[in-house]
């Protein structure tokens, strides 16, 4: 089936870990984004990739970074991880730019 | 920055009835709106769209209504059914920015 799978579905991470979180998309959409989704505040984007080999901040990008090696994939990873990190992470593609967004399952993630 | 509002954060509606799910937007620049639906412990799922230049879209059950005047987006849900129970987005894009912004969410109900 077709669509975006996230790795892992949650994490509890001690903090100044690093930690990577996985996305894959089969759709062979050309932009990517991660955002975080936080009680109250709904959905904040952190990273963005309009195509493979270049990617851009969003509005709350500190203490996370992205890469777009490929088409398929959008790896978020947080280098240092602190509490305030604590969310639910969801990633998405859209075909192209400023089109509609299909997101993934999500990865619930706990820093302690 | 400009963001993406919703006039109420909860909405309880008998089985059978109509929903109206409303938004608010203050960047009148804005020209791509999107609704989505997220029920708990899953990803956002894309409802309906409509770009600036229509002012009505239908979909299977859903409406989606555009006053550019008032800057207001509102979802209508016909015949609304329990697996209609879930916390509904308004999203926008901005014309230069080209990325999504998302408002806080309604909290739809449907009482048997």
């Known amino acids: 089936i077709a669509g975006i799978t996230q790795a892992p579905t949650s994490q509890i991470l001690a903090a100044g870990r690093r930690m990577t979180l996985r996305c894959t998309q089969d759709?062979?959409?050309?932009?990517m984004y991660w955002y975080r989704q936080d009680l109250g505040l709904g959905l904040r984007l952190i990273h963005y990739?309009?195509?493979?080999?270049?990617?851009g901040k969003g509005e709350v990008p500190d203490g996370y970074s992205v890469s777009r090696a490929n088409t398929d994939d959008f790896p978020l990873t947080l280098a240092s991880a602190v509490p305030s990190q604590t969310s639910v992470y969801f990633c998405?593609?859209?075909?192209?730019?400023?089109?509609?967004?299909?997101f993934g399952p999500g990865t619930r993630l706990l820093v302690l | 920055g400009e963001s993406v509002g919703l006039h109420l954060p909860t909405l309880s509606v008998q089985e059978g009835d109509n929903s109206i799910i409303n938004c608010a937007y203050s960047?009148?620049?804005?020209?791509?709106f999107i609704w989505y639906k997220q029920e708990s412990g899953k990803g956002p799922q894309f409802i309906i769209d409509?770009?600036?230049?229509?002012d009505k879209r239908q979909g299977q059950r859903v409406t989606v209504l555009l006053n550019k005047t008032v800057k207001h987006l509102s979802l209508q849900i016909a015949a609304t059914q329990p697996g209609d129970s879930a916390v509904y987005f308004c999203?926008?894009?901005?014309?230069?920015?080209?990325?999504?912004?998302f408002g806080s969410g309604t909290q739809l109900t449907v009482l048997p």
């Open positions: 998405a593609s859209s075909k192209n730019e400023a089109e509609t967004q299909y």
């Open positions: 409509i770009r600036s230049n229509m």
């Open positions: 960047n009148s620049a804005s020209d791509y």
């Open positions: 759709m062979r959409h050309n932009a």
């Open positions: 990739s309009n195509t493979a080999g270049t990617t």
């Open positions: 999203a926008e894009t901005l014309g230069s920015a080209r990325q999504l912004t």
